[in-house]
C-alpha cells in the first residue's frame, strides 16, 4: 500500500504521516528532507540556492544517510529548499530514489508537495492536508520558540505566505492538490483528531 500525503508548509502532515505510517506499518519517507539537504549541502559549500548548476550537482550527490539531520529543521533551511525545489532538474534528480522507497514490499507513506500528482500518482490513497495561514503561523512560531529561536508571529506568518507562493506558484510540480485526493483541513482539529479523520479517510480510500 502507498499513501500520498501532500501540502503547504507546516500544515502538520508530517507529524500526521508519521503517525499514519506506525498505524499501517508502512516505512515513511518525508521528502521534504531531501530538499533540505540539498540546500544544506549547497550551503555548505559556499554556493547559492539560486544556482541551478550547483543544485542540481548537490542533489546527484546527495548522500540519503544524512537525511535525519537535525539541522534541517533550523530557521531558513525551509526557505532554502523552496528555492532550488523550483528547478525541474533538481527534482529529476531526487525523483528515482522517492520512486524507489515507494515501491518498497512492505509498502511506504511519502509526504511532501507533489506525492499525489508526481511522485506516486497511483498511490492507493491520497490525502491533501491544509490548514489556515494563521494557524500554520501559529504551528510554526510555536515550534521555532521552542527551538529557541527568536522569531515574531508576523514574521513567521510572511515567511509561510512567501513559502506558499513560491511552492504553488513554480512551473515544474507545483503544490496542488490531486484531483483524486480528499482534502483534511486541519485548522480547528487537534493531532489526535486530525489522525482519527486521516485513518477514516485512508479506510474509505482502500475499502479497509
Ligand atoms: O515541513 P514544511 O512543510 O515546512 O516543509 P518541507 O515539507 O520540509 O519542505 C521544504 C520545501 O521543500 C518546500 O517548501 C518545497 O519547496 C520543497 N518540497 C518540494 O518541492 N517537493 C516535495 N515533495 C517536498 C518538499
Given amino acids: 500500500m502507498i499513501i500520498a500525503i501532500d501540502g503547504p508548509a ?21 521528502t521534504g528532507s531531501l530538499y533540505r539537504a540539498v540546500a544544506r549541502d549547497v550551503m555548505a559549500a559556499g554556493d547559492s540556492v539560486c544556482d541551478p548548476e550547483r543544485a542540481v550537482a548537490a542533489a546527484r550527490n546527495l548522500d540519503e544517510s544524512t537525511l535525519d539531520d537535525p539541522f534541517l529543521r533550523e530557521r531558513g533551511v525551509g526557505e532554502a529548499a523552496s528555492i ?6 533538481v527534482r529529476h534528480e531526487l525523483l528515482a530514489y522517492q520512486r ?25 490513497a491520497k ?21 529557541g529561536f527568536d522569531v515574531t508571529r508576523e514574521g513567521v506568518r510572511e515567511e ?12 515544474a510540480s507545483p503544490l496542488k492538490m ?9 485548522t480547528d ?20
Avoid: W
Fill in 100 to 124: 524507489r522507497f515507494a515501491g518498497r514490499p512492505q509498502g511506504a507513506v511519502l509526504d511532501g508537495r507533489d506525492i499525489g500528482t508526481a511522485i506516486c500518482p497511483g498511490a492507493d
Fill in 84 to 89: 532550488l525545489a523550483r528547478y525541474e532538474a
Fill in 10 to 30: 507546516a500544515s502538520g502532515k508530517g507529524t500526521l504521516a508519521r503517525r499514519i505510517a506506525a498505524h499501517y506499518g508502512l516505512d515513511y519517507l518525508d
Fill in 127 to 147: 490525502l491533501f492536508i491544509t490548514a489556515s495561514v494563521e494557524e500554520r503561523a501559529r504551528r510554526r512560531y510555536h515550534e521555532l520558540r521552542a527551538g
Fill in 178 to 186: 490531486a484531483e483524486d485526493a480528499r482534502l483534511l483541513d486541519t
Fill in 189 to 208: 482539529f487537534d493531532i489526535e483528531t486530525a489522525f482519527r479523520a486521516a485513518v477514516a479517510l485512508i479506510d474509505e480510500m482502500t475499502g479497509r
Fill in 160 to 171: 509561510i505566505r512567501n513559502r506558499d507562493r513560491r511552492d504553488q506558484d513554480r512551473a
